[in-house]
């Protein structure tokens, strides 16, 4: 990330608009929420960056980092898959579409060191969350 969602955040009351729509911050949020729920002022970070990405497209702006694209798959594949993200899984699947298998292997073995991702993945509400894509990709339809 070029900037940290609290910059993003503090850009965004600012008026900073092209910093905050061409950075690759607001195409690389995973939307996880885990900055929403933590967030002391209980700001929607989530949803921000979520507005950032719809503007962004919106005015034709395309994300800075090519592989973008490709992780986002990645994120709603297991999204799809299990109900909620399941990180590594994520990873794996973002690692073979990008073929960059071993970049940030370092960073990856650090964060596994803290206990950031689980081998196993958790499911939940995947019969709901499978309504949803398809209510999404029934309505992409009727837009076509």
């Known amino acids: 990330m070029d900037l940290t969602p609290t910059q993003v955040i503090h850009a965004v009351r600012l008026g900073l608009r092209d910093l905050v729509l061409d950075s690759k911050t607001i195409w690389i949020c995973a939307s996880c929420e885990t900055c929403t729920t933590r967030c002391p002022q209980e700001v929607d970070i989530a949803r921000v960056m979520d507005a950032a990405r719809i503007l962004a497209r919106r005015e034709g702006r395309r994300p800075r980092i090519p592989e973008v694209a490709a992780f986002h798959r990645s ?6 898959m299990f109900g909620r993200l399941y990180e590594l899984g994520a990873i794996g699947a973002l690692k073979l579409r ?26 939940a509400n995947v019969l709901a969350t499978n309504r949803i894509f398809r209510r999404v990709k029934k309505a992409e339809r009727a837009r076509t």
């Open 75 to 80: 994120v709603l594949e297991s999204l799809r």
């Open 98 to 123: 990008t073929m960059r298998l071993t970049e940030d292997l370092d960073l990856g073995l650090r964060m596994f060191k803290k206990g950031k991702f689980r081998f196993i993945p958790a499911f």
